[in-house]
């Protein structure tokens, strides 16, 4: 789980010089990409599969962090992109795991449960999906706050919190329902 983030954040890394550009050659796009599993070693091991636009543009190019460490645990998916896309740790963003015990409500929690929310395609019992638990801002809603609200801000995964999340409060989350075979969102994102 932790090797994917050093590949977001070496993307992520990447990205950066495009950032500090003036304002007229502001980037049109910026796209952040995990992939769940990916061992940093993974760069160097399949080197020779990437092409030279891609991975290998992005390792010469970019800036990467070679012996990088997570102050937290445990280092699972609601938690990891959370902390990519907030900066912070789940102390202070609040997905402290993919499910949680509330002793408030006297069972567990999704990281990404909303039961205030609707389902928007697919089906009813995967729609109740938003980042309200989500205690801190992301870089995508800054990137909204930033543009007064004139940046795209979209999510998409096959996990709804691997939508949710990175898309933050302000952005547009698809996510695949595997009940119905379809992207569905939530009420949530179109309420906003």
Same mark, same amino acid.
């Given at each position: 789980m932790k090797k994917f983030r050093i590949l977001l954040l070496l993307l992520t890394m990447a990205s950066i010089p495009l950032l500090a550009q003036t304002h007229a050659d502001k980037p049109k796009l910026v796209v952040g990409i995990i992939v769940d599993q990916m061992r940093q070693d993974?760069?160097?091991?399949f080197s020779d599969r990437y092409s030279e636009g891609g991975f290998k543009r992005l390792m010469k190019d970019g800036f990467m962090m070679k012996n990088a460490h997570y102050n937290y645990i445990p280092t699972y998916t609601g938690p990891g992109h959370a %902390?990519?896309?907030t900066g912070t740790t789940p102390a202070t963003h609040g997905i402290i795991g993919n499910?949680?015990?509330?002793?408030?409500?006297?069972?567990?929690?999704?990281c990404a449960e909303d039961t205030a929310v609707t389902n928007v395609g697919g089906s009813e019992e995967n729609g109740f999906i938003s980042?309200?638990?989500l205690l801190t801002t992301t870089i995508t809603d800054e990137l909204r706050i930033a543009s007064q609200k004139r940046s795209k801000v979209v999510g998409v995964a096959i996990k709804d919190r691997g939508a949710s999340m990175p898309a933050g409060h302000m952005g547009d989350a698809y996510w695949?329902? %595997?009940n119905t075979g379809e992207f569905m969102t939530s009420s949530y994102y179109h309420d906003k």
């Open positions: 993974y760069l160097y091991r %902390s990519v896309y499910d949680w015990y509330v002793k408030k409500l006297d069972r567990m929690m999704y980042p309200r638990n695949f329902d %595997s």
